[in-house]
Antibody
């Protein structure tokens, strides 16, 4: 079955960097675009970034543009989110998400998330 | 950006009674391909979100038929015909017609 497992979260000081990973299994990873969605503590959901199946197209929310980069290694079935110049407002659980069923065009599979806490 | 506005933000409901959540978008969600990419997600306490409904009214695999979605254009509704204890959580509408944005969430709790 489809599985997405995020890792790499932790506590980091403002201005520092962190790299998140998402290990995918149970499906053909290299034919799917993948997204990151975050949720600040006690708050709602915010889309962060997306990458196409071959990694050629990348999209970012305005709030992270220029600070975050997204990449993937299809040989390792892994997605990455490189977060630079972190701010306190980046504190959130970061979820790896896919639109598995093409007909749905909805976020139908989610990982369990990894918590990033930006604090001095 | 398309803004999604949900009402109410909190909904106390008696077990076995119906519940309804509204979602309004700041512009039409009809895509140039003719589809409307409006979905509903449920987030139980301590869990990641789970897809309930896609393209306005299609139930995702494994979703009980007490959940239904309706609407068109800019106004959408999620209905639960008879609320059960396992339905407690926060419900989000989400649009994928133009980038991706979520409503603020509606907390469903039992009276």
């Amino acid at each position: 079955q489809v599985q997405l497992v995020e890792s790499g979260g932790g506590v980091v000081q403002p201005g520092r960097s962190l790299r998140l990973s998402c290990a995918a299994s149970g499906f053909t990873f290299n034919i799917y675009g993948v997204h990151w969605v975050r949720q600040a503590p006690g708050k709602g959901l915010d889309w962060v970034a997306a990458i196409s199946s071959d990694g050629g197209d990348k999209f970012f929310a305005d709030s992270v543009k220029g600070r975050f980069t997204i990449s993937r290694d299809n040989s390792k079935n892994t997605l990455y989110l490189q977060m630079n110049s972190l701010r306190t407002e980046d504190t959130a659980v970061y979820y790896c998400v896919i639109m598995y069923y093409v007909d749905s065009w909805a976020f139908d599979y989610w990982g369990q998330g990894t918590l990033v806490a930006v604090s001095s | 950006d398309i803004v999604m506005t949900q009402t109410p933000l909190s909904s106390p409901v008696t077990l076995g009674q119906p519940a309804s959540i509204s979602c309004r978008s700041s512009q039409s969600l009809v895509h140039s391909d003719g589809n409307t990419y409006l979905s509903w997600l449920q987030q139980r306490p301590g869990q990641p979100p789970r897809l309930l409904i896609y393209k306005i009214s299609n139930r995702f695999s494994g979703v009980p038929d007490r959940f239904s979605g309706s609407g068109a254009g800019t106004d959408f509704t999620l209905k639960i015909s008879r609320v059960e204890a396992e339905d407690v959580g926060v419900y989000y509408c989400m649009q994928a017609t133009q980038s991706y944005t979520f409503g603020q969430g509606t907390k469903l709790e039992i009276k």
